[in-house]
Structures are given as C-alpha cells and as structure tokens.
C-alpha cells in the first residue's frame, strides 16, 4: 500500500498536468457531493431541532401535529436516495455525473422536463476550479491535502449561509481543530500563531458583536461568526486576521450597498456575514502574504 501511495506521488512529481488532472476530477466529484452536503445538512439539522423541542415540551404539543411530525421523512446524507424535486423521479446513476449529466440532460429533469438549477454545476465546476487553484499553488504536498479539504467545507459553509444564515458546528469546529492539529509541526504557520489565532479570531468579533449589541439593541452577526474566523486564526496564525476582516469588511458592504440599489434589499434585512468571512479567509489562505507586502508597500 505504502508503494502503491510512493508511485503515486512520484507520478504527480514527474507529470504536472496527471496531478491536475486528478486534482480537477476529484474535486468534480467531491462538489457533486457538497452539492448534497449543502442541500441536507440544513435539513437535518432542522429535524434535530424539532426533536430536541419535542423530547422538552412533548406534554404541550397538540396531538394532531405530533403525530404529522412524527410522520415526517427523516434525512441524512445518505438517505433517502437523490430524487426530482418536482416529480420524485429517482436519479440514477448516469444522471449523477458532474457537469456532464446536467449538460446531456439539457438541465432538465428526465422524467418530468422540470428544469434542474444551474446551481447545481456551478457548485461542481467552482469545485473544481478550486481544486485546481490550490494544487497549482501548493504543489504535490501535504498541504494541498489538507488546504483542499477545507476549500470543500468552506464551499459548504458558504452556500448554507447564504441559504439559511447559518454556519454549522459540524462543519466549522472540526476544521478548527484540524487546523490547529496539522500546524503542531508548522506545516503552514507555527503552533503558537495558530493557538493565538483562533482565540484572537474568536474574541475580536465576539467583542465586536457585544459592543454593537450595547450600543444599538441588535445582534449584528451570529456566533457562528466567531467560530469561523476562530477557524482561519487556527490554518493563518493571528498575523493576517486584520487584513482577513478588513477584506470581508469591504466585499460585504460592497454587496450589501448594491443588493439594496438594485435588488430593493431592505436595508433591515439581514445578510449573511459568513460568505465574505468565508471567500476572504480562502483568498488570504492562498495569498495572504502577498496581499500584506503590498498592502504595506501602498501605505
């Protein structure tokens, strides 16, 4: 086995592009997977939710709706089996390739003709794109492995939020620990950056969110928040989570300003702080040393 896995890396050294190559078509799958991932996971959570709230006030529930509740179709990641929205038409096998089938498919479902959302593809194909971007900057190396994996949860995290303005802790505290784990060695920063990282991480926005709350009433952000930047303090170290912030800060209200102008965003409506967390910790993961000279240099 440990053969197989030296020719395998000795392969990816000697040919460049069959690295990138299984890099893309790894990645390809592994978004066809996120795509359930980010589909789900809400919805299991959700069901958690509900009975959590049934085991604590079951004597108070309407008999009615908890016996409709207890009915409901429970969800995992591997069951039930992927289906048409629209139809129930059971997808198979051939109409599950990433990109591939959607584009055979003309994005219609088989079955009923019901369009299927380009979204779908666009997650696979980001995935890729990703994927590609962090094997053409790490090399063949153990930090592609693990900067890989969290550029899938991050893909995750994204999407959630922004469908449901939540950050799961089963996505965000795994990774957090992870990052702290893999930098034990130093393989990206040193341990003690690390450490201080993801308490720095976590502290700032969560005095940031108490003293917004103090001065105006309002939540501004969500706990899952604290908890994701913790996350990139843990894989950067503390020293690039000013320039991290300061970027989400900007795309955000950059969004946010233009989401009101021209999609009559109301200005009391909130909007998911976790996507800008989310793409400026990966762009600073990737560039970040880079970005901080030139940002020093400018100033």
């Given at each position: ?298 100033i």
């Amino acid at each position: 086995m440990f053969d197989l896995f030296s020719q395998i890396i000795t392969a990816f050294n000697q040919y460049p592009s069959f690295f990138y190559t299984s890099v893309i078509v790894f990645s390809l799958l592994v978004g066809s997977f996120l795509n359930v991932v980010i589909y789900r996971l809400p919805k299991m959570l959700e069901q958690g939710w509900r009975q959590e709230c049934r085991t604590f006030i079951a004597d108070e529930l309407d008999k009615t709706k908890q016996k409709t509740s207890q009915q409901e179709t429970m969800v995992s990641l591997s069951k039930p089996n992927s289906t048409c929205p629209h139809c129930g038409h059971s997808i198979r096998f051939y109409e599950n390739i990433p990109l591939i089938s959607w584009l055979f498919l003309r994005g219609k479902c088989s079955q009923c003709q019901h369009k299927i959302s380009i979204r779908y593809p666009l997650v696979e194909a980001t995935t890729a794109i990703v994927g590609f971007l962090v094997a053409q900057h790490f090399g063949v190396s153990a930090t592609t492995f693990w900067v890989l994996l969290l550029s899938y949860a991050l893909i995750c995290l994204t999407l959630i939020d922004y469908d449901h303005m939540i950050l799961p802790d089963q996505i965000t505290l795994p990774f957090l620990w992870l990052g702290l784990l893999i930098n034990i060695n130093g393989l990206i920063v040193p341990l003690e950056d690390a450490v201080i990282g993801a308490a720095l991480g976590y502290s700032s926005l969560f005095s940031i969110f108490w003293l917004f709350k103090l001065l105006t009433g309002k939540e501004g952000m969500g706990y899952g928040d604290f908890k994701l930047l913790a996350l990139f303090g843990a894989w950067i170290g503390w020293q690039l989570l000013a320039i991290l912030i300061l970027m989400a800060s900007v795309v955000g209200a950059i969004i946010g300003i233009a989401l009101i102008l021209f999609k009559n965003h109301q200005r009391e409506q909130a909007i998911p702080f976790g996507p800008y967390l989310a793409i400026a910790g990966w762009i600073t993961l990737m560039w970040g040393e880079s970005i901080w000279q030139w940002y020093l240099k400018l100033i």
